[in-house]
């Protein structure tokens, strides 16, 4: 088993203990506005429930026939926050110990935590934006409302935008932070140093 | 032949040439980048909140300057059937008085709350003239939240003016009357006057942390015509000077008999030595029926309470309460320089402006300097009080108001212009004509210790032809000026709501962020609210008493089928609006209701009252275009004859 420097250990714990951030912090946004809503509706998603403007939400999608958005939608909410907290424990683990296999294994479940979230929100958005209620008022031929993944996206009168909020970006700065440290530990710091030298 | 021909071909020549020798009439055009200078983009927003008083249409204006738009109108002594205000139940209590429910009055003038003389812009006072009261408004929310009767006054005109610190409200009566709750206290010869007529000066007290009112004391001064009045500030800000007209005491064509003595008075009352002696226990309790009406922010809804007494002062038993400084003639407005120095009076019928010192009215009332007496209450010596006159201002002086930067400018209704002049040196800098006869005129923050010298407003009595005419009736109009340079210049003309008396105006900044935006509907502590769809219902409260609990969201009333209703039953709709959001009200109207619609506010409940008067079925709606399925948010109401056999259903989607 390899062990790794001081900078890398410390560089992982960092990145460990700031993912506590994600049960303080909202982790993904979605914001939208429209002529009548200039200052913006937004909604906030949190590792195990939502805030934001769910009721101006609902009220306006309800003519479109979306269904109500509730915390019961997601299943996710009930083991979210444990699935963040073994990852922070393996890092923590990673750090201290300072084993190489487990740094790796640290940036792998980040990278598959990340991955994952993106499909499941891709699979929500979908069915969100396309199981539309039959007896809505207003129905458009084709028209389907599935909200961006990532960045914005107009649909009707409203333009819609998502993305990580304050925990989602701390999250995404850790597996930047244990991504440093492999590549410290692999020596590509080095090897680009070398070759400029020389 | 022809000479008679050259004669009248002479006399048109000299006809022609007389006309034309006519003065030109002075310019009433702007400046030329004037549009500029009060454009507002669209999307951005003024830089001050103008709140106008509506005159006789008993509410209040609010516009924005510099551009002259009117964003809203607040019912205040009058019934506004656009938002149910005196109509819906909650709401019919605020214009209860002695004299039972009244859905009028005139509304002259306008105190923004200040502190330290600077405008806090908490709360707005208006006074009622014709049936005293003196009403609150709310600036969170630009409503009217609290009214107060003045008992023992009639044509309540010196008011509702303010202390530096809010501490009193002020209602001084225009016309003298005779005091009492007995019959034969007040039925009495009209031609008794002098005797029996007195004039009731009310101190209204204002609680500094909720703003709600009451009458603190009332003083029973001589039986003048009290006009307008204004408090000191800083080394002033003990005293409060009301003007005085009819001194004559006159009773029977006033406009001959009051207007002969030279001078009438300001007078002068020492409101911090008053208040001392009410608190000494020195004021004596007599009988006064009031009402007093409030709106409670828990239940959205208004109480009024009669109730039956005052503190009455009597001013003659005290040697330093009030002294008259004698003001040539009928003045009209008296006003106070921003420094609390100068106290100017506006003789309307002459043809100066006397400027009083308040360093020389102490000075003179130390050294005793009187030149006689009112019923024992000191006269001071004019001379001696005097700080001087400006000369030959124009015809009608009404109105002054101060740039902070040692102008003042007053109104001039007779010669229909706004006149600037030095405070201190009472020479004339400039002047501008108006369209057409100025009466009141307003900087902003101009009756403060901050003026914001900038803006000037003349609020014009007559309009004639400076807007596109609409037959006999014309609207009375305001005029704005830029002041910032030393000078008037006119920018524009923009038309008012009712006849506006006075105004003032603070920067937006002061209140704008602290707007309501809905009310909070778990906190609505409204008897009868409907806290969300599954409470709405409709009981059968007594044999011919119906209440329905119904909410309003987008886009449906529940219930919206309603049956068992009989001809004749009192029907309440407490309709709550269940929106959390801004800019979302909900109306309510039912077919053949003899009263309004009302208009809620998302998280309010409001009440209106409905009797049947035939069988039928009845359609309501909302009347406020609130979304795209607006016009499908009604319902139908169906009424039986009495007894019939029809059981209470409700319902809204078959459910």
């Known amino acids: ?198 | 032949m022809t000479k008679s021909l050259m004669f009248i071909g002479s006399a048109i020549f000299f006809m022609i040439a007389l006309y034309s020798c006519r003065p030109p009439a002075p310019g009433a055009a702007a400046t030329g980048d004037a549009a500029s200078r009060v454009y507002v983009p669209p999307g951005e927003h003024d830089e001050f909140y103008n709140i106008v008083s509506g005159g006789f249409n008993g509410q209040i204006s609010v516009v924005g300057l510099p551009s002259g738009r009117t964003f809203k109108i607040i019912p205040v002594f009058s019934v506004n059937p656009e938002n149910g205000y005196g109509f819906s139940e909650e709401t019919k209590p605020m214009l209860n008085t002695t004299h039972g429910f009244i859905p009028w009055d005139d509304l002259h003038h306008i105190a923004i709350s200040t502190t330290d003389g600077v405008h806090d812009a908490r709360w707005a006072f208006a006074n009622a003239n014709n049936t005293p009261r003196v009403a609150r408004l709310d600036l969170t929310t630009f409503n009217t939240v609290e009214i107060l009767e003045i008992p023992n006054s009639a044509g309540n005109h010196s008011s509702p003016f303010i202390t530096e610190n809010t501490e009193y409200v002020v209602a001084g009566t225009r016309f003298s009357v005779p005091f009492g709750e007995e019959e034969e206290d007040v039925d009495v010869p009209i031609e008794t006057y002098k005797e029996n007529f007195r004039g009731a000066i009310t101190f209204i007290s204002v609680d500094p942390d909720d703003g709600e009112m009451d009458i603190a004391f009332q003083i029973d001064a001589p039986p003048f015509n009290y006009d307008l009045a204004r408090g000191g500030k800083g080394i002033s800000g003990d005293w409060f000077f009301f003007s005085c007209y009819n001194t004559e005491m006159a009773h029977t064509l006033l406009e001959v008999n009051a207007s002969q003595h030279d001078k009438d008075y300001i007078m002068a009352i020492n409101w911090r030595k008053a208040e001392q002696y009410v608190r000494e226990g020195r004021a004596e309790t007599v009988r006064a029926r009031y009402a007093h009406n409030k709106m409670d922010k828990a239940t959205h809804m208004a109480s009024s309470e009669i109730k039956e007494d005052v503190l009455m002062l009597d001013p003659t038993e005290f040697e330093d309460i009030i002294y008259f400084i004698p003001c040539p003639k009928s003045p009209h407005g008296v006003d106070v320089s921003h420094d609390g120095k100068y106290i100017v009076g506006s003789g309307k019928l002459a043809a100066l402006i006397p400027v009083f010192s308040f360093e020389k009215m102490i000075e003179a009332i130390e050294n005793e300097d009187f030149e006689g007496d009112i019923n024992g209450l000191p006269i001071l010596n004019y001379e001696s009080v005097l700080h001087g006159e400006v000369e030959r201002p124009g015809l009608g002086p009404l109105h002054t108001e101060f740039d902070g930067r040692g102008n003042a400018f007053t109104t001039m209704f007779v010669s229909s212009e706004v006149v600037m002049w030095d405070i201190e040196t009472l020479e004339i800098i400039d002047r501008a004509p108006t369209y057409y006869s100025v009466g009141h005129l307003m900087i902003p923050g101009g009756c403060t210790a901050e003026p914001h010298g900038k803006y000037l407003v003349a609020y014009n009595k007559i309009t004639k032809d400076r807007f596109l005419p609409t037959g006999p009736e014309l609207c009375h109009s305001a005029q704005l000026f830029d002041i910032s340079n030393g000078r008037l210049e006119l920018l524009l003309d923009f038309p008012t709501i009712g006849e506006p008396h006075y105004a003032e105006a603070f920067p937006a900044e002061l209140i704008k962020d602290k707007q309501v935006r809905f009310y909070d509907i778990n906190e609505n502590q409204h008897p009868y609210v409907t806290r969300g769809p599954g409470q709405a219902r409709v009981e059968r409260e007594t044999e011919d008493r119906v209440r329905v609990y119904m909410t309003s969201i987008r886009s449906h009333f529940r219930p919206d089928n309603i049956e068992g209703i009989f001809v004749g039953d009192t029907v309440y709709f407490h309709v709550t609006n269940l929106e959390q959001e801004w800019d979302l009200p909900h109306g309510f109207a039912i077919k053949g209701a003899n009263n309004a619609e009302i208009l809620i506010m998302p998280g309010e409940t409001l009440t209106l009252k409905w009797i049947p008067d035939r069988v039928g079925i009845w359609p309501f709606y909302c009347t406020d275009f609130c979304s795209a399925l607006h016009q499908e948010m009604s319902g139908y109401v169906r009424v039986s004859p009495r007894g019939a056999d029809v059981p209470l259903t409700y319902s809204t989607g078959g459910r």
């Open chain 1, 1 to 198: 088993m390899r062990k790794i420097g001081l900078t890398s250990r410390i560089l992982v714990l960092v990145a460990a203990v700031a993912m506590v951030s994600a049960y303080f912090y909202p982790i993904w946004q979605i914001k939208l506005w429209a002529p009548q809503y200039p200052e913006g509706i937004g909604m906030q998603i949190w590792i195990d429930r939502l805030t934001g403007d769910l009721a101006s939400i609902n009220k306006m999608n309800f003519y479109i026939g979306m269904a109500e958005i509730d915390e019961a939608m997601f299943p996710e909410f009930d083991y979210l926050k444990y699935i963040i907290g073994f990852i922070m424990a393996v890092g923590i683990v990673a750090g201290i110990a300072g084993r190489r296999m487990l740094m790796n294994i640290f940036l792998g479940l980040l990278v598959l935590l990340g991955i994952g979230a993106l499909v499941d929100m891709y699979l929500w958005g979908y069915d969100y934006g396309h199981n539309l209620d039959p007896t809505a008022a207003i129905k458009i031929p084709g028209q389907s409302y599935q909200p961006p993944l990532i960045g914005y996206e107009q649909l009707l009168n409203f333009l819609a935008y998502s993305g990580p909020d304050t925990a989602g970006w701390i999250l995404s700065g850790s597996a930047l932070l244990v991504f440093v440290a492999i590549l410290i530990e692999y020596g590509v710091f080095r090897r680009l140093f070398k070759r400029k030298k020389s």
